[in-house]
């Protein structure tokens, strides 16, 4: 099973800050990828690469760059990193977008799961993407996709549960139990 890994944003529009730290989406997500890469050891039976986006002139040809990488490798599923984010600190919770496609719903519903296991954040569940911000994600590739937003980084909630560095692990193991679940 190939794992495709693609870090949301890119180093030249980095996405959501998250106020406790100062960290962007890029930076943040890098750092979860890596730590995702790790952990993939305890999965034998899964193989893991990272691809990140690059700034190519356009949002749809960053798009369709990146996920046609990840296809030239052959990858089974893809799953781009992400974190939530908003004006309200009280927004909080773990949802996981998703193309609507029968593999994708069933990662998708994994990865909600295992995610809510990890963090212990509200359920804001599993939502149909065709058109709107992601959905260049989860259609441009022929592996199945789905987007993760595992927490707010905005809010203290979602901040508390993924600062320090065990629960990173732990949110990077359940993407790949999830992986597990849906394609195993």
Same mark, same amino acid.
Request: glycine content about 8%; overall charge negative.
């Given at each position: $099973?190939?794992?495709?890994?693609?870090?949301?944003?890119? *180093?030249?529009?980095?996405? @959501?800050?998250?106020?406790?730290?100062?960290?962007? +989406?890029? @930076?943040?997500?890098?750092?979860?990828?890596?730590?995702?890469?790790? %952990?993939? =050891?305890?999965?034998?039976?899964?193989?893991?690469?990272?691809?990140?986006?690059?700034?190519?002139?356009?949002?749809?040809?960053?798009?369709? #760059?990146?996920? +046609?990488?990840?296809?030239?490798?052959?990858?089974?599923?893809?799953? +781009?990193?992400?974190?939530? !984010?908003?004006?309200? &600190?009280?927004?909080?919770?773990?949802?996981?977008?998703? !193309?609507?496609?029968?593999?994708?719903?069933?990662?998708?519903? @994994?990865?909600?799961?295992? $995610?809510?296991?990890?963090?212990?954040?509200?359920? =804001?569940?599993?939502?149909?993407?065709?058109?709107?911000?992601?959905? %260049?994600?989860? $259609?441009?590739?022929?592996?199945? *996709?789905?987007?993760? &937003?595992?927490?707010?980084?905005?809010?203290?909630?979602?901040?508390?549960? #993924?600062? %320090?560095?065990?629960? /990173?692990?732990?949110?990077?193991?359940?993407?790949? /139990?999830?992986?597990?679940?849906?394609?195993?």
């Amino acid at each position: $099973m190939k794992l495709a890994i693609v870090v949301g944003h890119n *180093a030249r529009a980095q996405g @959501a800050v998250r106020p406790d730290t100062g960290e962007t +989406e890029f @930076a943040w997500n890098s750092r979860l990828a890596k730590l995702i890469e790790e %952990e993939a =050891r305890l999965f034998p039976q899964i193989e893991v690469q990272t691809f990140f986006r690059e700034y190519c002139g356009s949002y749809r040809r960053e798009i369709a #760059t990146v996920y +046609e990488k990840a296809d030239d490798w052959g990858a089974d599923a893809t799953n +781009e990193l992400h974190f939530n !984010s908003h004006s309200n &600190e009280a927004a909080t919770g773990t949802e996981v977008l998703s !193309s609507g496609s029968a593999s994708s719903m069933r990662y998708a519903t @994994a990865l909600q799961n295992r $995610m809510g296991d990890a963090l212990g954040l509200k359920d =804001r569940g599993v939502k149909i993407r065709r058109s709107g911000r992601g959905s %260049e994600s989860l $259609m441009c590739g022929r592996a199945p *996709a789905v987007l993760i &937003e595992p927490f707010f980084g905005s809010s203290p909630q979602g901040q508390a549960k #993924t600062d %320090e560095e065990h629960e /990173q692990r732990a949110l990077a193991r359940s993407i790949l /139990q999830a992986t597990q679940d849906a394609f195993l």
